[in-house]
């Protein structure tokens, strides 16, 4: 009897033990997630930016006929060199369009009197 009783006080320990066991797993895991999730966004976000992360680097498979490989080549080619014009043509319209909002607000900026000069008040 004792032996019956040591028994079910064993399985009961036990029990407990693990029930307090997957509530800590599910504790973690319900609280770290969106730590994960964060880390994951900045780590891809990093990437991006870096320019390290480039999904279309690999060059696409044959498709077995010869003259429609060489087309494509010579198309990606020219599209790619098309690309590099049009990205310099934005920033030279970003750096022209800087220039003239800046020529203007140093215009007005001269045409406005200084800070520091105080008008003279008439004596008293």
């Known amino acids: ?40 966004a900045v ?7 870096r320019g390290s992360l480039r999904f279309a680097e690999a060059p696409p498979p044959a498709a077995g006929n010869t003259a429609f490989d060489d087309y494509r080549r010579e198309t990606m080619s020219r599209l790619d060199e098309e690309s590099a014009k049009f990205r310099e043509f934005l920033e030279r319209l970003r750096r022209s369009k800087d220039k ?10 001269h045409a406005r009197p200084a800070i520091n000069s105080v008008p003279s008040l008439p004596a008293v």
């Open 100 to 109: 003239l909002e800046f020529d203007q607000f140093m215009a007005e900026r």
């Open 43 to 49: 780590v891809l976000f990093r990437a991006v930016t």
């Open 1 to 40: 009897m004792p032996l019956l009783i040591l028994g079910f006080v064993l399985a009961a320990l036990f029990w407990m033990l693990w029930a307090i066991a997957w509530a800590v797993v599910w504790a973690v895991a319900l609280l770290a997630w969106p730590i994960a999730v964060i880390f994951g």
